[in-house]
């Protein structure tokens, strides 16, 4: 491990006695991904993601001091301003900043609580000044939000950067480069530092830095923290992360001990009879235009549209594709699904059976149209579910999780394809939970978001298909009576040929751990 005080510290020689004394018990070693870090200067937003109790945010404090170290001399000073901000006031107090007096106490310099600012002035043994303002800032507060559109500022460390949303960092892009002025030479240093622990594959985190890459953005990985070349270890007990990892599941030990993209449930999941590893299909499976497309769908700002076909070897439900949008209003999903719709793959579909949720048959106050409406204005011809009873609409679905085809495959399995149904079945669909003492409680109510609106897109499905037949204490199998026949418009009749097995690649179940 490289040591910050042979380049850094060896420069700065207080005159505050007080400081000397804190400055001389400094000792910062920093490991190796973490001193790649604090050496780039160059990239404008860098961010470094690793396991818990890696030193990510050591690192990320001992970047902003380096660069405030850095700053040209304007008359003798070395004035800068960096802001540390994080998402609520609770974690910013209680985590950020004892991190940061736990290298740089408050009598290092001037703490002002009031306005949550440390500034700190030390003497250089090159007789320049350092003057340095660091602001601290959280999410939680709508004046602090105000204030930080406001902030003329050298640069900024976003610290656990996965709790704080893309919007901020796109504003505060902004903000930065502003300070010291450029009538007393500009910021020599005008970067962004994001430090965080692993989010999911949906976070913008990942998009940007994995996916979109833009020019002047780098991510310092660090390694498993059960790898044999695991940091920070020197600093934490020798039993920290077998002890962390105890009761833990595979997903969590995954994101906060082996440093991987991935998701940890944290509410209670709507669907705990779903199984990732039975419920996925390993390859992508095929539509056969044979077989009827049953197309479910959920309405509101945020419409969802799931596809599915059933095997009639036995009666499997295949899901096979999404439409999932976001801020949408009917007129424009409906224009998604007839587009979806009339893919290669989907166009040659003999039968289409679409139903949704049934309060899509209430009409707008604007033009007085239902999204039923607007869909079939659209070509698009589709039937309100028989219900909207959530226990029944639940277990339409939980049903097909928990048995078997006469064949031994599970009755629904899920194609790659259907990327946020399937997160949402694996957890993210889900009861909020309360922020209360005690036992752990929840909402009664589904959280609604992105996965949502696609989960019960499948509900509705299952129900047009007649599967809550079982719920319901009526005969099994499909429920002709309310099985809506489709208009002409999605009815594509023609001399079908035999079927002894549809188009479907799909491996028997196994575990791909």
Same mark, same amino acid.
């Given at each position: 491990m490289a040591s910050m005080t042979a380049e850094l510290l060896n420069t700065i020689s207080s005159t505050n006695a007080a400081a000397q004394r804190d400055l001389g018990i400094i000792n910062y070693q920093a490991s190796k991904t973490c001193w790649a870090f604090l050496e780039d200067d160059e990239t404008f937003v860098k961010g470094i993601m690793g396991p818990i109790g890696s030193g990510k945010s050591v690192a990320s404090c001992w970047n902003l001091f380096k660069w405030a170290q850095m700053q040209d001399v304007y008359k003798g000073v070395r004035r800068s301003?960096?802001?540390?901000?994080?998402?609520?006031?609770? @974690?910013?107090? +209680?985590?950020?900043?004892?991190?940061?007096?736990?290298?740089? $106490?408050?009598?290092?310099?001037?703490?002002?609580?009031?306005?949550?600012?440390?500034?700190?002035?030390? !003497? %250089? *043994?090159?007789?320049? *000044?350092?003057?340095? @303002?660091?602001?601290?800032?959280?999410?939680?507060?709508? +004046?602090?939000?105000?204030?930080?559109?406001?902030?003329?500022?050298?640069?900024?460390? &976003? %610290?656990?950067?996965?709790?704080?949303?893309?919007? &901020?960092?796109?504003?505060?892009?902004?903000?930065?480069?502003?300070?010291?002025?450029?009538?007393?030479?500009?910021?020599?240093?005008? %970067?962004?530092?994001? +430090?965080?622990?692993? =989010?999911?594959? +949906?976070?913008?985190?990942? #998009?940007m830095f994995e996916e979109k890459k833009p020019a002047g953005w780098k991510l310092y990985k660090q390694p498993s923290a059960l790898a044999p070349n695991a940091e920070n270890l020197d600093n934490l007990? $020798? #039993?920290?992360?077998?002890?962390?990892?105890?009761?833990?599941?595979?997903?969590?030990?995954?994101?906060?001990?082996?440093?991987?993209?991935?998701?940890?449930?944290?509410?209670?999941?709507?669907?705990?009879?779903?199984?990732?590893?039975?419920?996925?299909?390993?390859?992508?499976?095929?539509?056969? =235009?044979?077989?009827?497309?049953? /197309?479910g769908l959920d309405f509101g700002l945020t419409p969802a549209a799931l596809l599915a076909q059933r095997d009639p070897l036995d009666g499997q439900w295949q899901i096979l594709d999404e439409v999932v949008t976001d801020d949408m209003g009917a007129e424009r999903f409906s224009e998604e699904l007839n587009r979806k719709l009339r893919e290669a793959e989907y166009r040659d579909a003999t039968e289409i059976q679409i139903f949704g949720d049934p309060s899509g048959d209430t009409r707008a106050e604007t033009?007085?149209?239902?999204?039923?409406?607007?869909?079939?204005?659209?070509?698009?011809?589709?039937? $309100?579910?028989?219900?909207?009873? $959530?226990?029944?609409?639940? !277990?339409?679905?939980?049903?097909?999780?928990?048995?078997?085809?006469?064949?031994?495959?599970?009755?629904?399995i899920i194609s790659p394809k259907a990327k946020m149904f399937r997160k949402g079945m694996a957890g993210r669909y889900c009861y909020r939970r309360l922020k209360v003492s005690g036992e752990e409680r929840y909402v009664d109510k589904p959280d609604k978001n992105i996965y949502s609106h696609i989960c019960e897109a499948?509900?509705?499905?299952?129900?047009?298909?007649?599967?809550?037949?079982?719920?319901?204490?009526?005969?099994?199998?499909?429920?002709?009576?309310?099985?809506?026949?489709?208009? /002409?418009?999605?009815?594509?009749?023609? #001399?079908?040929?035999?079927?002894?097995?549809?188009?479907v690649h799909h491996k028997s179940v196994r575990s791909r751990r």
């Open positions: 301003r960096w802001a540390i901000i994080r998402n609520t006031y609770r @974690e910013l107090e +209680d985590t950020t900043l004892q991190t940061w007096f736990d290298w740089f $106490p408050r009598d290092l310099g001037l703490f002002r609580e009031s306005k949550m600012s440390h500034t700190i002035r030390i !003497e %250089n *043994t090159d007789g320049t *000044t350092m003057h340095a @303002e660091f602001l601290f800032r959280a999410l939680d507060r709508p +004046d602090d939000i105000k204030k930080l559109l406001s902030l003329e500022l050298s640069g900024a460390w &976003i %610290n656990e950067a996965r709790e704080t949303p893309l919007a &901020i960092l796109d504003m505060l892009q902004g903000r930065v480069a502003r300070f010291p002025p450029m009538r007393e030479g500009g910021p020599t240093i005008s %970067n962004i530092i994001l +430090d965080t622990n692993p =989010p999911d594959e +949906d976070h913008w985190f990942y #998009k007990h $020798p #039993k920290y992360y077998q002890r962390l990892m105890a009761n833990k599941t595979d997903e969590w030990i995954k994101v906060y001990v082996r440093g991987m993209y991935g998701f940890v449930k944290d509410g209670k999941p709507i669907y705990p009879e779903y199984n990732d590893t039975v419920h996925v299909s390993d390859d992508f499976i095929e539509y056969n =235009p044979e077989l009827t497309l049953w /197309v033009d007085e149209r239902t999204p039923y409406d607007i869909l079939a204005a659209n070509d698009i011809h589709a039937s $309100p579910a028989h219900t909207n009873d $959530p226990v029944i609409r639940r !277990e339409a679905v939980a049903h097909q999780l928990t048995r078997l085809t006469h064949l031994g495959r599970p009755r629904l499948g509900q509705y499905l299952m129900l047009g298909a007649g599967e809550d037949s079982h719920v319901l204490n009526t005969s099994s199998g499909m429920s002709k009576n309310r099985v809506v026949k489709p208009s /002409v418009n999605h009815t594509r009749r023609r #001399k079908k040929k035999p079927i002894s097995m549809p188009v």
